[in-house]
């Protein structure tokens, strides 16, 4: 049973999706990876936080790479445990994640090897060798995607440059799930944006980067809207009673598109700040902006559901406190998160800030001392950087962080036009109640905290909105039913609360 919807696209409040069953989604983040199920209790919605598992970057020699077997192992349990606890059975699961990543398949189809991670260093000089063919301000006019060494573009390329076959097929990673769990081989459309090799007019592959770059275009997936079904559950997991007439769907597969489809905001004069592993900065667009101050400010007209555009821009995040956590740890000191906020209310501000986006700040390995090489760089005395010294490093963080928040949506206001008045801030840093307060002093803008597992409940707007609806598969999911669904569940006490503290990764990446 599906819910009516009238020619405008309204849905029906009393008719629940699929009779009733209900819904998973997994969400994948850079440090951790989420199972969460929705059920219906008297018409209402009920999200369980059923399982989460570790994730991290893995150094084999040189390179930096992902556990797909562990990523892999983690979804499985996660989805056995739904199973056990719907006996009314699940209608749909949907993926999201952070994007960029993808995984090469050999010619059977299976994956040809571990993927490996963004933050490796093998695409600094596969950036250099692109651009020596098309250059950034191309690419932009083509894509209207912020370019950075980490985008699938220069990742595609250095494959190609360590001898890889360019002819390979390959998936993005949340699509990979969906692909693994028998779906069809698929690049939803807001996470195809992030490979900097898609026209951000037409929508599709764009073959003037892929012929530049030395990729053959055959090998990339083809380009879906969220909200398609892209087959039904298969293998061993079908055949627990729960799954037997399960669909797979691509929701937002981006993570920071799902999280900004859960946005309830109305209007034109909000901005929203993905804040996790990365923050993403930026306002939503009806259509693309591609000027040559949009260019210049290096901002992504990044894919987001029901036709519109996520105008932003990937801010190091809170990537930059775990890495000096974890250096501080391995030195015999580890500290909590929620210690080092109270803290850095004790302190005054940094008398100098630091560039968040250094590139060598992207870079893993002894934080505290990258940071101090940016300030030797810079002409800056030395701050001290051991765990003695970590309110002082972490206030200096946060202070950065909220004045590069700040300069990007003034950049953000200037080049669209819009007049801000509040922001929302979503994901695993919406919870640090020190920073959002700096934010808003630098800002000048109202600050709004918002879902923590924003991701997820965008993640399951789109499912709900995809299944009480018969014609996604051509346009995507309407936006009347989105915005019935991610209302539904925003009223309701649908978001799953985290077990322990943790860092959400962005989206992007």
């Not at 299976?110 to 993927?115: E, I, L, N, V």
């Not at 807001?190 to 275009?217: D, M, P, R, S, Y």
């Not at 729960?242 to 946005?263: E, M, Q, V, W, Y």
């Not at 990937?314 to 210690?339: K, S």
Request: charged share 20%.
């Amino acid at each position: 049973m599906s819910a009516s919807h009238g020619h405008d696209g309204k849905v029906d409040a009393g008719v629940l999706p699929s009779g009733g069953a209900a819904v998973v989604a997994i969400d994948f983040g850079a440090e951790s990876c989420r199972v969460s199920l929705l059920r219906w209790q008297d018409g209402s919605p009920h999200i369980q936080l059923v399982h989460r598992f570790a994730n991290s970057p893995v150094r084999r020699g040189q390179h930096l790479h992902w556990d797909l077997q562990r990523i892999l192992q983690g979804v499985e349990e996660g989805l056995r445990m739904c199973a056990a606890l719907a006996p009314e059975g699940v209608s749909s699961i949907g993926v999201d994640g952070w994007a960029v990543d993808y995984v090469r398949l050999d010619a059977s189809g299976a994956p040809a090897g571990d993927p490996f991670c963004y933050r490796d260093e093998r695409t600094i000089a596969s950036q250099r060798e692109v651009h020596a063919h098309i250059s950034p301000a191309r690419l932009y006019e083509l894509t209207g995607i912020q370019d950075l060494p980490l985008n699938t573009l220069y990742q595609l390329a250095a494959d190609r440059l360590a001898g890889g076959d360019a002819g390979a097929r390959w998936v993005n990673l949340p699509e990979f799930a969906l692909y693994f769990l028998g779906g069809k081989r698929v690049a939803e459309y807001t996470n195809a944006t992030h490979t900097q090799l898609l026209g951000v007019h037409a929508k599709q592959w764009c073959a003037e980067i892929f012929a530049a770059a030395g990729l053959e275009i055959a090998a990339a997936p083809r380009v879906v809207p969220p909200g398609t079904v892209v087959g039904s559950l298969q293998g061993a997991l079908a055949s627990l009673p729960a799954f037997r007439n399960t669909k797979l769907i691509c929701p937002a597969c981006h993570d920071t598109a799902s999280a900004i489809a859960g946005i309830q905001a109305e209007g034109d004069e909000w901005a929203f700040i993905s804040s996790g592993t990365w923050s993403l900065v930026g306002c939503v667009l009806a259509s693309p902006c591609t000027s040559a101050e949009a260019y210049s400010k290096n901002f992504s007209n990044e894919g987001g559901v029901g036709g519109k555009v996520n105008f932003l821009k990937n801010v190091n995040g809170m990537w930059l406190l775990r890495q000096c956590m974890d250096q501080w740890q391995a030195e015999g000191h580890p500290w909590q998160v929620e210690d080092l906020i109270e803290r850095c209310r004790e302190l005054p501000a940094p008398a100098v800030l630091l560039d968040v986006d250094d590139p060598d700040l992207l870079l893993p390995g002894n934080m505290p001392a990258r940071i101090n090489a940016q300030r030797k760089r810079n002409g800056q005395s030395a701050i001290p950087q051991g765990p003695q010294a970590a309110p002082q490093v972490s206030n200096l963080i946060f202070h950065s962080l909220a004045a590069r928040y700040a300069a990007v949506l003034r950049d953000a206001s200037h080049i669209t036009g819009r007049k801000l008045s509040r922001v929302y801030i979503v994901g695993g840093g919406s919870r640090n109640a020190l920073l959002n307060e700096l934010t808003a002093r630098a800002t000048g803008l109202e600050v709004i905290p918002g879902a923590v597992e924003s991701a997820t409940l965008g993640n399951f707007a789109v499912q709900l909105a995809a299944l009480s609806h018969d014609d996604t598969a051509a346009v995507g999911v309407s936006t009347a039913a989105l915005a019935h669904w991610a209302h539904r569940l925003a009223e309701s006490d649908a978001e799953p609360i985290p077990a322990e503290a943790e860092f959400v990764a962005p989206g992007s990446n």
